[in-house]
């Protein structure tokens, strides 16, 4: 029988594909990727003409707004934003 680790929570590339999501919703027309690191942990690099007018925390500012539901409640499944690299393309 295969180890089970219990209460281990959702899977960290499933997680990565929400954030992911939650982004491109949110910036529309942004590139993104989203790397899941350990569990609830992630790197986010996001693309986006948008952040042209944007200084580095507005920029950070308007990803974390985007991911907020995924950081919120009893049992949010992102901990943390290890790396995040906001770029103009």
């Given at each position: 029988?295969?180890l089970?680790?219990?209460?281990?929570?959702?899977?960290p590339v499933?997680?990565?594909?929400?954030?992911?999501?939650?982004?491109?919703?949110?910036?529309?027309?942004?590139?993104?990727?989203?790397?899941?690191?350990?569990?609830?942990?992630?790197?986010?690099?996001?693309?986006?003409?948008?952040?042209?007018?944007?200084?580095?925390?507005?920029?950070?500012?308007?990803?974390?707004?985007?991911?907020?539901?995924?950081?919120?409640?009893?049992?949010?499944?992102?901990?943390?934003?290890?790396?995040?690299?906001c770029?103009?393309?």
């Open positions: 029988m295969p089970q680790i219990l209460n281990a929570g959702p899977d499933v997680i990565a594909g929400k954030v992911r999501d939650s982004i491109a919703h949110e910036l529309p027309d942004a590139e993104v990727e989203v790397l899941p690191v350990s569990p609830g942990h992630f790197e986010i690099r996001v693309v986006w003409a948008g952040f042209a007018d944007k200084n580095r925390v507005q920029q950070q500012q308007a990803v974390y707004k985007a991911i907020t539901p995924l950081m919120t409640g009893d049992a949010p499944p992102v901990h943390a934003v290890d790396k995040m690299e770029v103009v393309p």
